[in-house]
């Protein structure tokens, strides 16, 4: 299906030059206190080839836009793919509701395809939003708010690393930031396997984004702060923070917040919780965006007084359905035909044939045979990165196993042994 704008309204490559109107109608979408001309002189993380703007016959300024960032190596169950990033999707109030987004995703979605991109993956402002464009939930990620002096469970070696804590800044830790999140998300806590959605930030304007840090978003805040754990004199993890302190009659109540917390193994992944949890003047650090099977679930002695809650995380979309189902591994063999509905890229919609040996090379073609399991391609992309299980979405009447044993198969092998999620919102 494709869909154009409605009469009145066309597309328009933005450049660069166009940072003002995105920022205008980007803070039209997204209520925003500060004024354009502050936010203006922040680094922009746009990748300017890929936004689009719409204008509107009868108005000045975009009636909206959306944009991507080129993840080239983005990491998939076994793999690495091409992935587009959906990002800045936003349409002016007074335009919403005539199709705008529509029209924007299926010229994103055709782009992809002219890219070789096989893949999407976004943050979804709201959840309801993208099921509709044939995105599916692909990961979740752990809130939790530990209480200061949470008793943690030993790890052997965890007491052999030094503890640095600084101001961060991106001169002095952007390598070891960069080397250490990359190491984590290829061999995930030294499993040897990595962390599917762990999407590293490819382009030196999402670098100069990331490392930038205005007080007027700190909301009373501290600067951001760094802490890096180190064994035999190399970093082995570390976590951006920062602290508030609230003073009460009862005495002292900060909270910390996390931004990334990231280690290389058990052992360091014990000390740098260590540090984040004995901060002087805080009752309570509250980590964002923990994978769900980040060490701190089973480090805990006592793990409900963190209050873990569950939230979405990255949702992906097949886009070019025969490249990503060959283009991950599975942890099971598998041999499969799956019969897949796509109402806005049809050729991937039909019988599918799916064959991997388990952690090796899958290919995926075109079947004459009945399917095993039927589904939407919205549900294949919740289960692309193996965060969500073909099982739990057959028990919500979601897929349909037609051939009896082929959703357990089939369900076992599009799981992965590491929880998919990433790190930040993009
Ligand atoms: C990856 C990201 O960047 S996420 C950021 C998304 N942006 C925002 O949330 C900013 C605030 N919201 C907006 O800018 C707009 O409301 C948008 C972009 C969400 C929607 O744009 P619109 O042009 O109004 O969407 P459009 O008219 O194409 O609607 C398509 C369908 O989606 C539905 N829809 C649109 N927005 C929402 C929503 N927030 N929740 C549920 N359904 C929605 C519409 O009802 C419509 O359904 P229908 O086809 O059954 O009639």
């Not at 016959?57 to 959906?86: I, M, N, T």
């Not at 805040?221 to 760094?226: G, M, N, Q, V």
């Not at 058990?266 to 964002?288: H, K, N, Q, Y």
């Not at 949702?315 to 189902?325: K, S």
Request: proline share 6%; net charge negative.
């Amino acid at each position: 299906m494709t869909t154009s704008l409605p009469d009145g309204y066309r597309f328009r490559q933005l450049a660069s030059d166009d940072l003002r109107a995105l920022l205008e109608l980007d803070t039209w979408a997204f209520p925003e206190s500060q004024p354009v001309d502050e936010l203006a002189k922040l680094p922009s993380p746009i990748t300017w080839e890929r936004a689009v703007g719409v204008e509107a016959d009868d108005a000045d300024g975009l009636a909206g836009v959306h944009a991507s960032y080129p993840f080239s190596r983005f990491p998939v169950p076994g793999a690495e793919l091409p992935v587009a990033g959906l990002t800045w999707v936003g349409v002016h109030p007074q335009h919403r509701r005539r199709g705008l987004l529509t029209a924007m995703m299926d010229l994103h979605l055709a782009r992809c395809r002219e890219r070789g991109e096989p893949l999407s993956a976004l943050f979804a402002a709201e959840t309801a939003i993208y099921g509709r464009f044939g995105y599916g939930k692909a990961a979740d990620d752990l809130r939790v708010q530990v209480p200061r002096g949470a008793e943690l469970r030993d790890v052997p070696g965890a007491d052999a690393h030094t503890v640095r804590i600084e101001h961060a800044d991106r001169a002095r830790h952007g390598d070891l930031v960069d080397r250490v999140h990359r190491a984590a998300g290829a061999d995930a806590g030294g499993t040897g396997v990595n962390r599917p959605g762990w999407a590293t930030r490819e382009t030196s304007e999402l670098q100069a984004a990331f490392w930038d840090d205005p007080a007027f978003w700190r909301e009373g805040r501290e600067s951001r702060r760094i802490v890096v754990v180190e064994r035999a004199g190399e970093p082995r993890g570390y976590a951006t923070f920062r602290r508030k302190v609230e003073w009460q009659v009862s005495g002292p109540r900060g909270s910390a917040t996390t931004g990334e917390v990231v280690a290389l193994d058990a052992a360091a992944s014990r000390a740098l919780w260590g540090v984040l949890l004995d901060l002087d003047l805080m009752a309570t650090t509250e980590p964002m965006l923990l994978p769900v099977d980040d060490p701190i679930t089973t480090l805990l002695v006592d793990p409900r007084t963190a209050g873990p809650k569950v939230t979405d995380n990255v949702w992906v979309r097949v886009v070019d359905l025969p490249a990503a189902l060959a283009g991950r591994r599975y942890q099971a063999d598998v041999d499969v035909v799956l019969g897949v509905t796509d109402h806005r890229l049809s050729d991937n919609a039909g019988a599918w044939r799916l064959r991997a040996a388990a952690f090796g090379e899958a290919t995926c073609e075109r079947a004459d045979a009945a399917p095993d399991l039927e589904l939407d391609v919205r549900e294949l992309g919740a289960a692309y990165l193996g965060g969500t299980s073909l099982t739990s979405q057959a028990a919500a009447g979601l897929v349909t196993e037609r051939t009896p044993g082929a959703l357990a198969h089939a369900g076992a092998a599009f799981g992965w042994p590491v929880a998919p999620a990433c790190s930040w919102v993009f």
